[in-house]
């Protein structure tokens, strides 16, 4: 009988501790998640303003920019080419950066979101963040897809452009796939949420 109380307590000691483990290793997991988020997102931020800023200093006050644009892409060809095509590809660029810093920002937003538990995952707070990580990911989609289609096209003209990467445009059937997960994940959050009111109403 001491035997069994006593492989009780150690038993239920163990299922405690190994909460307590999961719980703090939960916990670290989201503060990490947290802080390369931040990091994330203000690199996306510097990259967003120095574009914007690239931009304008090279159509309104120098050209010559132009040549040594952000991450050292060449537009000067571009630009020489046409001031127009060059606004319309640097206006793309800008476009995908900045819904690039703003989905980042979402994300950091959600983790400071007074009334949003971890606990509680299936509420309307999380279907619509990840529904407007869904609607950002289509744009950033649709914008890269545009400016690669575009820059193919000033290609053909016989304009020389770097690549889509040092444009910041490329991967954008990636993004388009990414929308289509995040679509299918918001739609089992909101299913969720209806199964979970069915039962509070029941109960």
């Known amino acids: 009988m001491f035997i069994n109380k006593y492989l009780l307590i150690l038993l239920h000691n163990h299922q405690k501790r190994i909460i307590m483990e999961i719980?703090?290793?939960?916990?670290?997991?989201?503060?990490?998640?947290?802080?390369?988020?931040?990091?994330?997102?203000v690199g996306l931020c510097i990259e967003a303003g120095g574009i914007l800023f690239n931009s304008i200093y090279a159509i309104f006050i120098n050209p010559i920019a132009s040549k040594s644009f952000w991450m050292k892409a060449d537009l000067s060809a571009l630009y020489n080419y046409d001031k127009g095509f060059f606004m319309v590809v640097v206006s793309l660029m800008s476009i995908v950066a900045?819904?690039?810093?703003?989905?980042?920002y979402l994300i950091?937003?959600?983790?400071?979101?007074?009334?949003?538990?971890?606990?509680?995952?299936?509420?309307?707070?999380?279907?619509?963040?990840?529904?407007n990580l869904a609607y950002l990911s289509f744009g950033v989609g649709l914008f890269s897809i545009w400016g690669?289609?575009?820059?193919?096209?000033?290609?053909f003209n016989g304009v020389e452009l770097p690549p889509m990467q040092s444009l910041r445009m490329a991967g954008?059937?990636?993004?388009?796939?990414m929308c289509a997960i995040l679509f299918v994940i918001a739609y089992i959050v909101k299913r969720g949420i209806e199964i979970q009111t069915e039962n509070d109403l029941t109960v």
Request: proline share 2%.
């Open 23 to 41: 719980s703090i290793s939960s916990q670290n997991v989201l503060r990490v998640i947290n802080i390369i988020a931040w990091v994330i997102f």
């Open 98 to 104: 900045v819904l690039k810093a703003i989905m980042f």
């Open 108 to 131: 950091i937003t959600l983790f400071h979101h007074r009334t949003f538990q971890f606990t509680q995952p299936f509420n309307t707070i999380l279907e619509k963040f990840i529904s």
């Open 148 to 155: 690669n289609r575009y820059c193919d096209w000033l290609n």
């Open 172 to 177: 954008g059937d990636v993004w388009l796939f």
